[in-house]
């Protein structure tokens, strides 16, 4: 009886796995990678974009772990074989370390550079309240991705910065998340330039259930946001325990009225590229069965995440561009003697 029970659960499973594997209807296959920057004893959190027919990748830049001068680092290529530095942005704010750099594409023609300012933890005092101000989000600007402007600041509820930022019929919207009152809740905000954002939208969540990262994506006068969420009650020291994401789409001008539905699978986090094609990707990290990074097809209409190519385990925080029938990847190793940043190509077969 045991072996007959054995078996039939792994014909069963066999079949899911075909009957899953099945419904991706694209293909991916690692080509190449490279080191591109290592110039730092820890280059880490990178983003890649094509601008002005070069690549351009942003990391952070830090000359040890406890730095308190963590910098942009933005290097260019033409071809993503050669590269070189461009600038290196340091934080305007003392103590404040930036992090978390992200690209967008302003409607004049401009590269916009959006960053997180943090304060480390160390550096105030715990017997007093957190400052307000312990975090906050900045935007750089250029025509050429060489010369940049003066940083701006832009700044989420109580001081929790902007995520990703997009742009829509002109005008820029970030969702960021924050603690009021021990609850989390998350805000979307807009700007008519990049620079002056204002709240538009504003969701509360208990402290049971807790919104994580935040992703958008544009689809003609809507906006959709992906976004990963965890029971606060069960997180231990090293694992959370995610939930089912959430699916959220608002129509524009105003972006006040949204609705959310369930993802078909808890993931960690997630980032959204859409084709030439319309269809889009996402880079996820499912938790199902055990945590790994995956580039997965996303359908809109089903809210489902179609895994097509699991993406190997040293690679972090994962960044996609699309560009000649492939993927162009950056993301961060971590090594004992320094953390480096990377590029990879994925060649893509769509059905």
């Known amino acids: 009886m045991r072996t007959s029970i054995t078996t039939l659960f792994t014909l069963v499973l066999a079949e899911f796995l075909l009957t899953n594997q099945a419904s991706a209807q694209i293909k991916g296959e690692i080509v190449s990678t490279k080191v591109i920057w290592d110039q730092a004893r820890i280059n880490r959190d990178s983003d890649i974009v094509r601008f002005k027919d070069r690549w351009f990748v942003v990391c952070q830049e830090m000359a040890f772990e406890a730095s308190t001068d963590a910098a942009l680092r933005v290097i260019s290529s033409a071809d993503g074989d050669k590269w070189e530095s461009e600038a290196l942005i340091n934080s305007p704010t003392p103590k404040k370390i930036l992090y978390r750099p992200s690209f967008s ?145 608002a129509k524009g001008p105003h972006y006040d009225e949204w609705e959310w539905k369930p993802s078909n699978v808890p993931f960690a986090h997630a980032n959204l590229l859409r084709l030439p094609d319309q269809r889009i990707i996402a880079v996820a990290g499912l938790t199902d069965p055990e945590y790994h990074t995956s580039l997965c097809e996303f359908d809109l209409a089903t809210r489902k995440l179609t895994e097509f190519l699991e993406l190997p385990k040293e690679w972090h925080r994962v960044n996609l561009a699309h560009h000649d029938g492939h993927l162009w990847i950056s993301y961060h190793e971590v090594h004992a003697v320094k953390d480096t940043v990377h590029l990879a190509k994925v060649k893509l077969e769509l059905k």
């Open 105 to 249: 594409l302003t409607p004049d023609g401009q590269l916009m550079i959006a960053a997180q300012g943090a304060m480390r933890w160390e550096n105030f005092d715990k017997s007093k309240p957190e400052p307000t101000q312990r975090k906050l989000a900045m935007a750089w600007f250029s025509k050429d991705g060489v010369a940049w402007s003066e940083p701006t600041p832009i700044t989420g509820p109580n001081g929790y910065a902007l995520n990703r930022v997009v742009w829509n019929k002109g005008v820029a919207l970030g969702f960021a998340r924050g603690e009021d009152c021990g609850n989390w809740d998350i805000n979307l905000f807009s700007s008519p330039d990049g620079k002056r954002f204002e709240s538009l939208f504003a969701r509360h969540f208990d402290n049971e259930t807790r919104p994580g990262t935040l992703a958008m994506i544009v689809d003609g006068d809507k906006v959709h946001c992906l976004m990963s969420r965890y029971n606060a009650n069960e997180v231990s020291a090293h694992n959370a325990a995610w939930k089912t994401g959430l699916l959220g789409t």
